[in-house]
């Protein structure tokens, strides 16, 4: 008699939840310079301002819920400029993301976590484990029927073989996702040209960074769970 599937509780077993550690850890290292660079992504409108809430947050004021315009604008500007170093994007985009998991509002935010993880794994350890931990808290706040979810736990598997390419976690995370998500379907992907799992969001900007890291992390782990859900990703879509 063969065993039960695990459940997904027990797929993440020994990975730990923290929504806010990766933003504390990427303020307590980035200058103020860095600061003063992301204050200024609005054309340098209300730049003052922006740092000064930045500085508020680095300093250990709690991130409010929904962050007001100063500084959301400047962050949300900011994770999508291309020659932003991997410091200040990664802030950017973890502040936030741990906004959107505290908030319950985590519609849309593919790309943010693109490039969020992107941004980590040019870092590296320790911002790789509290990066985990924001995704562990991403996943377990996310309706399991929702696209965001599905993306979170991409991002585990890609992490997790960031960290670890021979994580015994990895096949059976590999398996429930695949499971989760077996084919494209026309009638339920928004944008099935894109493939499976990337076709079943409108948020598309970071598709082909969703790719390049499914490609260059998950490609040492030698488990075919986790081959197969490379070769998935990189065979759909345009």
Not at 51 to 77: D, F, K, M, R, T
Not at 89 to 94: P, S, V, W
Request: hydrophobic share 45%; glycine share 8%.
């Amino acid at each position: 008699m063969s065993s039960p599937e695990p459940g997904l509780d027990e797929v993440l077993r020994g990975w730990t939840a923290d929504g806010d550690h990766l933003a504390a850890l990427l303020f307590s290292r980035i200058p103020r310079s860095g600061l003063a660079q992301i204050a200024g992504a609005d054309y340098g409108d209300r730049a003052d301002q922006h740092l000064a809430a930045l500085l508020a947050y680095q300093a250990g004021a709690p991130l409010p819920s929904p962050i007001p315009w100063c500084p959301h604008e400047v962050l949300s500007l900011w994770r999508w400029h291309d020659e932003a170093d991997p410091l200040s994007r990664a802030l950017a985009t973890a502040v936030l993301l741990a906004e959107a998991v505290q908030s319950g509002e985590l519609a849309g935010h593919q790309p943010t976590l693109a490039v969020c993880i992107d941004s980590c794994m040019q870092l590296e350890e320790p911002c790789l484990g509290a990066l985990m931990e924001l995704l562990i808290e991403l996943v377990r706040a996310e309706d399991s029927a929702e696209s965001m979810h599905l993306f979170g736990l991409l991002g585990v598997l890609i992490v997790g073989a960031a960290i670890d390419p021979d994580d015994p976690r990895l096949p059976a995370l590999a398996d429930w996702l695949e499971g989760a998500e077996p084919v494209p379907c026309p009638e339920r992907y928004l944008t099935p040209e894109h493939g499976w799992l990337l076709g079943t969001t409108f948020f598309d900007q970071q598709h082909q960074r969703w790719r390049g890291l499914a490609r260059s992390a998950l490609e040492p782990a030698g488990a075919p769970e986790v081959q197969r859900v490379r070769g998935r990703l990189l065979s759909g879509g345009s």
